[in-house]
DNA sequence: TAGATTATCTATTAAACAAATAGATTAAAC
DNA sequence: GTTTAATCTATTTGTTTAATAGATAATCTA
């Protein structure tokens, strides 16, 4: 399952991708935390978090808020759940972000969870590594 | 990631079903801890959920102990996973064992966040109900 | 430059969950 | 009736999730 703070940080983003396309400049924090229906201090933590990967920008003072870091079509929606939520893999030693041998494993190359598993992964990364924000806008998800 | 638990849970399933081919009778619990390397208390409480849903079968006293509920083709990792760990999907607005829809959700019809997910779960669900333990065993994944 | 606006930083909290342990009880075999 | 092994009841510890509160820093506008 997703965590509340992934799905609320996908709504976020994908609020500032519709806006995007409107050309009137960032959102407010308050108005995000609003409009889609999320705890506004909670949402500051998720959207610093997405700004300092650069995937958001944000402004100060008057005028401010936040709005997307780089184009949408360079956003894959993998690297925002990996960011929130942590590595996609089910076991961490078929992580390629996170790489980690399992405490009780024995031997890697004949582990049979890992065996299932890593196919589990690989369909899992592959559709969204090369889902990007802009697709998933349109509603258009690549297998 | 999958919990312990379900780590837990599938090795030792896994363990028994090799253990089924050679003839041998059940296998204690105490045996099973020690060969895998798992808490022996945590495990209890994980062999006796399983064999609460049937698909493990347990004798008490001398001679007794912990084997297959059901032959290990009638078995799909899928159901062991949902069962330790809860239900695959990221959303549970995807969940065919568990639905609920989502707190925060406006309409599950337009939700994009719904419908990236929604392959993740199909192909992720595909793999693991149409991989039954004894498949796992021979190292064979059905995708 | 003062005041308003808006993001950012530091700290804290309550509740839930994961992982594990301890001890008593029940069932079966011999 | 003693031994073996699963089962039940209860508790504990640590971590994570989700959220809140209040002070601070940057930027704009009048």
Redesign the interface.
């Known amino acids: ?2 965590s509340k703070k992934a ?2 940080g ?2 976020a983003i ?1 609020f500032l991708a519709k806006e995007e396309k409107k050309k009137k400049g960032p959102i407010q924090i308050s108005e995000l935390a609003e409009k ?3 705890p506004k201090k909670f949402l500051e933590i998720i959207l610093l978090e997405m700004r300092k990967q650069g995937i958001l920008h944000s402004k100060m003072g008057a005028g401010g808020g936040y709005s997307l870091g780089k184009s949408a079509d360079k956003i894959s ?1 993998g690297q925002i759940v990996r960011l929130l939520d ?2 996609l ?4 030693c078929l992580s390629k972000t996170a790489y980690h041998k ?1 405490d ?1 494993c024995k031997d890697e190359k ?1 582990c ?2 890992r ?6 992964h690989e ?2 990364a592959r ?2 590594d090369r ?1 990007s924000l802009a697709d ?2 349109k ?1 258009k ?1 690549n ?1």
């Open positions: 399952m997703l799905k609320y996908l709504q994908i889609e229906n999320i929606i942590g590595p893999a089910q076991v961490s399992c009780e004949t049979e969870i065996k299932v598993m890593k196919k589990v369909s899992t559709i969204l889902t998933a806008v509603g998800v297998i």
